[in-house]
């Protein structure tokens, strides 16, 4: 059993629970935070552990083109690479297949789902403004130019699951292609069975590496469930992997991936966990804000990764129960008291408000390490405390008054 249910949410997919990995159990739900390259940003992986963190999650593509996942191989694997001795995810290169390729985010607001346009060689014709393409899709598998040097590079099925196999993870993710709320309806179609396709080529090459690598601890292969904001889509994307099976090798859990309407977040995850098997583990794929944590919670996600809280305190922005500030405005230059009253992390028990409002603006590089501290112990106390009020039977309230307080501005208009 890779994973077992713990406790439920009445009338809803919620749950507690226990994946359970060669190098240690994470109790679910629970936010991965993510160390892109080997490392989460401007922090030591003991700092990491120290704010209760139970997993890292690194990407496949950065490592592969440095320093190479053969190097990572030789060292050991991706944990001891990085002296993390907990449990380790690695993506599958998939997100780039977007983010090199259009340059659009994620997330974007419903108004923009579906207005895209194919061209004549099956991609987007829009690109971000100021991006330039460097990835292109067939139905093999992707080209890329690297973004490190333009060197051509090219990614498959295989490719991907040799990269993560020679990473070592305890979990990896199946090649798949993410498109952007702006493909249109057709397009997605076509992304969803190009998906489907490399699912099983993934779980034939995870397979043969399994076996030929029999002296590694087993690692555990997640289907990524695709189809956009289209319920059809993604419902047949849940059923089409929940039960494929590949010379007796299935999925070993999910990753709930694509580009999402943040309005219908839960809907789309609710949609997916309705059809994905019970007892298997559910990622849900760069989110961190709290109001998406509850909703993806609530409807039946179990872990999360995004580099959300690390990236907003590079840039001096802090969480608080009370919403996100930035600690550069002149109001805390003589503030001596911590980040946030009551906080028992590092940062709060050891520094002021002054101190990294100070720090940010003389571009001291302990600034950056101080406020992710912070911000992924936020984090991940967060998604702890959800996961105790499922067990204690307290949901709606913690939800009622988290969401109330740290949304309180913005529903006030300032």
């Known amino acids: 059993m890779t994973f077992t249910v713990g406790s439920r949410l009445d009338g809803v997919q919620g749950r507690t629970g226990t994946i359970h990995t060669p190098h240690g159990d994470i109790r679910t ?103 330039i393409r460097r990835a292109h899709i067939d139905d093999d598998g992707v080209t890329f130019r690297s973004h490190l040097d333009g060197t051509k590079l090219r990614f498959t099925s295989e490719v991907s699951m040799r990269i993560q196999h020679e990473l070592g993870a305890d979990i990896i993710f199946a090649f798949d292609e993410l498109t952007t709320l702006l493909n249109s309806r057709e397009y997605q179609e076509e992304a969803l069975e190009r998906t489907r396709l490399w699912a099983e080529r993934c779980l034939v090459a995870h397979k043969q590496l399994t076996i030929a690598r029999a002296d590694k601890p087993y690692q555990q292969l997640f289907g990524v469930i695709q189809g956009a904001q289209y319920e059809d889509l993604r419902r047949k994307a849940a059923r089409d992997l929940g039960s494929m099976e590949v010379d007796g ?56 990764d995004c580099v959300n809280p690390s990236r907003v305190a590079r840039n001096a922005a802090i969480y608080s129960p009370d919403g996100r500030f930035n600690i550069t405005r002149a109001e805390f230059k003589r503030n001596f008291s911590p980040l946030v009253e ?15 409002h ?57």
């Open 358 to 414: 100070h720090t940010f603006k003389a571009k001291e590089m302990i600034a950056n390490t101080l406020a992710t501290i912070h911000n992924e112990h936020y984090t991940v106390k967060l998604v702890d405390s959800i996961r105790d009020s499922i067990d204690n039977g307290t949901f709606a309230e913690l939800k009622e008054e988290t969401l109330g307080r740290f949304y309180a501005k913005k529903a006030n208009g300032s």
């Open 342 to 356: 009551g906080c028992d992390c590092y940062t709060c028990m050891h520094y002021t408000k002054a101190y990294l």
């Open 29 to 131: 739900p629970a936010f991965i935070p993510v160390g892109t390259k080997a490392t989460v940003k401007a922090v030591l992986p003991e700092s990491i552990k120290d704010i209760g963190a139970q997993a890292v999650l690194a990407n496949a593509y950065h490592l592969f083109l440095q320093p190479g996942s053969d190097i990572v191989d030789e060292a050991g694997g991706l944990g001891k690479f990085m002296n993390w001795d907990g449990p380790t995810y690695t993506d599958s290169g998939g997100f780039q297949v977007m983010s090199l390729g259009t340059g659009y985010k994620k997330v974007l607001s419903e108004q923009f789902a579906g207005t895209g346009k194919k061209g004549r060689d099956g991609s987007d014709l829009e690109v971000a403004e100021n991006k």
């Open 249 to 304: 090798q299935s999925f070993d859990g999910f990753g709930i991936g694509g580009a999402l309407e943040k309005e219908n977040l839960g809907t789309i995850v609710e949609w997916v966990s309705e059809e994905l098997p019970e007892n298997k583990a559910r990622h849900l794929l760069g989110i961190s804000e709290p109001d998406d944590l509850f909703a993806a919670i609530e409807a039946g996600a179990d872990t999360f």
